[in-house]
């Protein structure tokens, strides 16, 4: 009766008003149905098991199905997520990224650990001094424009000079120098097929350039990517004083919106249809495609404008136009030329148009 009894007091407390525990405390997620008694939070299956790890630190049982003494329960009830986050997360840099449940293993597992076990963001902490700064200096493994092999490389990030740089063993000089203004960042684990892979891309001669890296460990992979965000910060900081932080923040780094294969044909609609990676840039209102997923430069792109602009998608080729292998098309209008693409099946057709007029329905900004 006891245990009954437990479980449902702390169903009762996800429930209170102003406890904060009706969502996940580290990722977000409505309804966590399991709990920390030591560190006193609501939790998700998924983040519960980022925490099984840290038994020195937090322990879980399901608010279900385990058995909940009476002391575990006082416990939660005079603790919750709002007051673990008042102590763990006091001063979470604006810069920082903080995952959700969408996002990779490896950026949740890290501010979970982040939080609890390097207590980073406590009120007294004074970690995170290199992320903070936006200077970063170390080895990470990337992949070769050529050989297509992973080959360590030193990079050298400087908000303070605007640039990333990183060398070759063989050269003195800096194999490239990427200014922080167009630089980006996003987690590709599964693109790169390693759980810190990083795609880091950036403008060269008018076409976007990628570098995928990785590093063993996933706390130094996630705090180089904190480190960029620190130095993009610093960056639209100093290029736009009067804007507010809650503006800058979504602008520092970004992910696709969408990516995946479709074909395309030329401008005339009559060339052989050639299958393409395509990743598609909301933000920047791009859609880029590529020779393969991991290829370095772009093969080109197409501008997303607006509606009141004259674009729009049809669910349709134009006449007399049909797709070499893929059947499944539609048609990207602009004011200047029609693009003719196709996927796979109807899902991927339904899912690329759906993101694209997403973005052709918002109006164009500066």
Not at 67 to 75: A, G, I, K, N, S
Not at 228 to 253: C, D, G, M, N, Q
Not at 277 to 288: A, G, K, P, Y
């Amino acid at each position: 009766m006891e245990s009954y009894s437990g479980r449902m007091a702390l169903l009762g407390l996800l429930q209170a008003s102003g406890a904060g525990n009706t969502h996940c405390a580290d990722c977000g997620v409505p309804d966590p149905e399991w709990a920390s008694y030591k560190l006193g939070v609501f939790i998700c299956l998924n983040c519960s098991g980022i925490h099984r790890n840290l038994s020195e630190i937090s322990r879980v049982k399901s608010l279900r199905l385990d058995f909940w003494e009476h002391d575990l329960v006082e416990f939660m009830k005079k603790h919750g997520n709002l007051c673990a986050k008042a102590i763990y997360e006091a001063e979470v840099p604006p810069f920082y990224y903080v995952p959700q449940s969408k996002d990779c293993l490896v950026l949740r597992e890290q501010w979970i650990r982040a939080k609890y076990e390097r207590k980073e963001f406590v009120a007294t902490s004074i970690s995170h001094e290199a992320c903070t700064s936006g200077s970063r200096e170390g080895f990470l493994w990337k992949r070769g424009r050529d050989s297509k092999q992973f080959l360590p490389r030193q990079f050298i990030l400087s908000a303070s000079d605007g640039v990333l740089k990183y060398y070759t063993k063989e050269s003195k000089s800096p194999k490239a120098v990427i200014s922080i203004k167009d630089l980006n960042a996003m987690f590709q684990t599964e693109k790169i097929q390693n759980p810190h892979g990083l795609q880091i891309t950036y403008n060269e001669g008018g076409r976007t350039r990628n570098l995928f890296v990785y590093h063993e460990s996933g706390k130094e992979i996630v705090d180089w990517f904190n480190a960029i965000r620190a130095a993009r910060f610093h960056y639209l900081r100093t290029a736009f004083p009067t804007a507010p932080v809650s503006e800058l923040v979504p602008k520092i780094t970004r992910s696709y919106f969408k990516e995946g294969y479709m074909e395309k044909t030329g401008p005339t609609h009559k060339e052989i249809f050639k299958k393409r990676w395509f990743s598609l840039d909301s933000q920047e209102r791009n859609l880029i495609y590529f020779k393969d997923p991991l290829a370095a430069f772009e093969t080109g792109r197409v501008i997303i404008g607006s509606k009141e602009h004259g674009y729009e998608v049809r669910a349709s080729l134009p006449r007399g136009v049909k797709g070499k292998r893929w059947k499944a098309g539609f048609t990207i209008v602009t004011p200047k030329r029609e693009f003719v693409l196709t996927c796979e099946n109807d899902r991927e057709q339904k899912e690329w148009m759906e993101a694209l007029n997403e973005i052709i329905s918002q109006p164009m900004t500066a």
